[in-house]
């Protein structure tokens, strides 16, 4: 069974202490991982679409990197607005998204 | 309009009633998906709308649950005969196309409760 399993859960950063987010996943056929920030009674809003293994993209303070087992999400000197819930998710042949629980971030001032 | 719009924000409603949710995809996005999210747990997806036709349905939950799309836009989801367990954020999301490299796009949800 496809399985993405994010970690840590939960975490808290003091501003400007840099994280690493991890997402790992267990699908065949991957075409495309994809990364959201989701804001509390918000809907998801789309970050990073990632295809092959090595590829990365940036975003302001963000950075996503992609293996052939996980990806991480990596926070560079965060700050108070980048907490938020980040979701990643696998998109296999059938077009539906597999989401994992996502990880919360705090970061506190 | 500028973005996935999805109606209500709020439902509440007793056990047993029949509910239905409106999404507005963002315009000219032929693809539409429906997911569920439960406190605590990832989103679900339900179904997958490529046009009118629903290609993949498969993660509707039961036959209580049923959703439709009519001009390539609206979309309905209705629920009969509500249960508790259904209580949960139902999110719509749009793409251009079914293509892998378009992202989907997803509306703030409407949050339903059952009671």
């Known amino acids: 069974e496809d399985q993405v399993t994010q970690s840590p859960e939960a975490l808290r950063l003091q501003e400007g202490e840099s994280s690493s987010l991890n997402c790992s996943y267990t699908?065949?056929?991957?075409?495309?991982l994809f990364w959201y920030r989701q804001d509390p009674g918000k809907g998801p809003e789309f970050l990073f679409t990632?295809?092959?293994a090595g590829e990365e993209k940036e975003k302001e303070r963000l950075k996503a990197t992609l293996t052939k087992k996980e990806s991480f999400l990596h926070i560079t000197a965060p700050k108070p607005e980048d907490s938020a819930t980040y979701l990643c998710?696998?998109?296999?042949?059938?077009?539906?998204?597999?989401f994992g629980k996502g990880n919360q971030v705090v970061v506190i001032p | 309009g500028a973005g996935v719009s999805q109606s209500p924000s709020n439902k509440v409603t007793e056990k047993g009633k029949d509910v239905e949710l409106r999404c507005d995809p963002i315009?000219?996005?032929?693809?539409l998906y429906w997911y569920r999210q439960r406190l605590g747990q990832g989103l679900e997806f339900l179904i997958y709308?490529?046009?009118?036709?629903?290609?993949?349905k498969s993660g509707l939950p039961s036959d209580r649950f049923s959703a439709e799309r009519t001009g390539e836009s609206v979309s309905t989801l209705t629920i009969q005969r509500t249960q508790q367990e259904d209580s949960a954020v139902y999110l719509c999301?749009?793409?251009?196309?079914?293509?892998?490299?378009?992202?989907?796009?997803f509306g703030d949800g409407t949050r339903l409760s059952i009671l």
């Open positions: 999301a749009s793409s251009k196309g079914p293509d892998s490299n378009q992202p989907q796009h």
């Open positions: 699908v065949s056929g991957l075409r495309g």
């Open positions: 990632l295809y092959s």
């Open positions: 998710a696998v998109r296999k042949g059938n077009n539906r998204l597999a």
């Open positions: 315009s000219g996005h032929t693809a």
């Open positions: 709308f490529q046009g009118n036709s629903a290609p993949d």
